[in-house]
């Protein structure tokens, strides 16, 4: 890799969530609060995102919740891959456009009318499946 080679500056990666699959969403949820201090910041159904620190989100999923679902990861993780990172980017948009543009394997942009905000999936070369997200949308 050669160490002259810069980020594009077209978007700025701004947050790393990391997805971590569960068996229980709720025990896990009091778990993560109890003992590491996390607060409850976005519970969706089979889904919860997490405070850590003010830069830092986990999010709790339950990966045979909903086959429609991103995180849907079903008896065998392999054939059904999913994601556990999440780039937080302070322009979803440009990179969308970006990242097609490169050809990357990019999937639909979601979430427009969503208070959680826009959020898409790409894939690296070797099939691996991460999530852009611009961030939840202050609708006050």
Not at 30 to 53: F, H, M, R, V
Not at 82 to 103: E, R
Request: proline content about 4%; hydrophobic content about 35%.
């Amino acid at each position: 890799m050669n160490n002259s080679t810069t980020i594009s500056s077209n978007f700025l990666v701004t947050e790393i969530s990391i997805g971590i699959p569960v068996t229980d969403l709720q025990k896990s949820v009091e778990w993560y609060e109890k003992n590491l201090g996390c607060k409850l910041i976005a519970p969706i159904s089979g889904i919860a995102d997490l405070q850590l620190t003010p830069q830092q989100i986990i999010t709790l999923f339950t990966p045979n919740f909903d086959q429609d679902s991103c995180w849907y990861a079903g008896e065998n993780y392999q054939e059904n891959p999913h994601y556990s990172i999440t780039m937080q980017v302070n322009d979803i948009d440009k990179l969308f456009i970006d990242l097609k543009n490169k050809g990357v394997r990019v999937g639909e942009v979601t979430g427009q009318n969503s208070s959680c905000g826009k959020t898409f999936l790409f894939n690296d070369l070797d099939g691996n499946r991460f999530q852009a997200w611009g961030g939840y949308v202050n609708k006050g």
